[in-house]
């Protein structure tokens, strides 16, 4: 069938997973002094050196600190800058600069999972719906460096960019909306009503301040509201309907997913996940059961292949997702009732889930949020 037969996508991720080469992920921590350091201040100002050593004044951890101690004119002299990173605590980073006359920043490293790893945020799956000669592009990115490089990805596939569409309303779904428009002033931005109401909570000047900019700093684009809705929720991309279907509640409220019926295709937005923890600090007072809701109606669209927005690049884009985010939620709840506090259930998730990917997001997003008191 001509038209919309291609599908792409882009993950534009700050994750655990980093290879040689890849932007360093956001990050804002206390310096041995208790001041907030964060990397987004530094980024332009000079070569950052970060290492990463285990634990405050133990052997090996010392001759580290020393050697750095004792080069650093040498670093200097290359406009570097050194910066030690380790868990624990403020008081004890100080301690360690002071008893051996460190002559370089500490950060500590405070936030950790049980097993000791960083909070880190999920990977974001960029979706590119292309026909023969034009393209709709699915759930933009959240930084401005993302969205640049998304802005180079649509270049390059050669394809017009029609329409900008969001599927909910968190803004690491569309606070790159903005600036894609600049980029390509022909294309419009949708998304359904009640995905531009959540929009406008997330984009308001002092929420965004106090969360998105807070972990992001310096990073995220100016992002007006700029999304409509498309006339009975359809448009077309060279003659194919793409339709917003609207499912309610999923990891957060007034949900849709993106279906292409000529191709089987339902970019699930945060409906569906693939191999990554999901997000559950909105899943309290009936949100599990809403979102299994949201589930049966994209399985009722029977499609031949789901993208979610948070997933691993390295899985198929099988509809089995469905069924497998499915039964995470179930497990939740039946972890929920079983267990009596955040750890507990954090290590029944994980006994049940070894190999999904980001596990702060089950202990920082999931265990503590849903067991505050």
Avoid at 115 to 130: C, H, K, N, S, W
Avoid at 305 to 315: F, G, I, Q, W
Avoid at 348 to 354: Q, R, T
Wanted: aromatic share 10%; with cysteine; glycine share 8%.
């Amino acid at each position: 069938m001509p038209g919309a037969d291609r599908r792409a996508r882009r993950s534009v991720a700050t994750t655990a997973d980093l290879k040689e080469g890849d932007e360093a992920p956001p990050f804002t921590l206390p310096d041995d002094e208790g001041r907030p350091f964060n990397l987004g201040d530094e980024l332009g100002k000079a070569h950052l050196i970060l290492y990463f050593y285990p634990k405050d004044d133990t052997p090996g951890c010392r001759a580290e600190a020393q050697a750095f101690r004792d080069e650093l004119k040498l670093f200097l002299g290359l406009d570097a800058t050194v910066i030690g990173i380790s868990t624990g605590t403020v008081q004890a980073k100080a301690d360690f600069k002071r008893k051996y006359a460190l002559n370089f920043k500490l950060l500590a490293d405070t936030e950790k999972t049980p097993e000791g790893e960083a909070r880190m945020f999920q990977p974001i799956a960029v979706t590119l719906i292309t026909g023969e000669t034009d393209a709709v592009l699915v759930d933009p990115p959240m930084t401005s460096a993302q969205t640049e490089a998304v802005g180079k990805w649509v270049e390059a596939s050669g394809k017009r960019l029609r329409a900008i569409v969001s599927t909910h309303g968190h803004g690491d779904h569309w606070f790159g909306t903005a600036m894609l428009l600049k980029r390509f002033p022909d294309a419009k931005a949708y998304a359904t009503a009640g995905t531009i109401e959540v929009m406008r909570f997330h984009g308001n000047p002092e929420f965004r301040a106090g969360t998105w900019d807070k972990g992001f700093p310096r990073q995220i684009p100016d992002s007006p509201v700029l999304s409509t809705p498309a006339p009975d929720n359809v448009f077309k991309l060279e003659g194919n309907e793409v339709r917003f279907v609207e499912v309610g509640h999923s990891d957060t409220d007034k949900s849709s997913v993106i279906h292409v019926p000529s191709i089987g295709l339902v970019v699930a937005g945060d409906v569906v996940y693939n191999g990554y923890h999901q997000y559950l600090a909105e899943s309290g007072n009936g949100g599990l059961k809403a979102w299994m809701t949201a589930l049966d109606t994209v399985a009722g669209l029977k499609p031949a292949h789901v993208v979610a927005s948070h997933k691993d690049k390295n899985l198929e884009d099988d509809p089995k997702v469905i069924q497998d985010t499915r039964r995470y939620l179930e497990d939740v709840e039946r972890a929920l009732a079983s267990s009596d506090n955040a750890r507990a259930f954090y290590d029944a998730m994980i006994k049940l889930y070894p190999d999904r990917k980001n596990r702060s997001a089950l202990w920082f997003w999931g265990a503590k949020e849903l067991f505050k008191r």
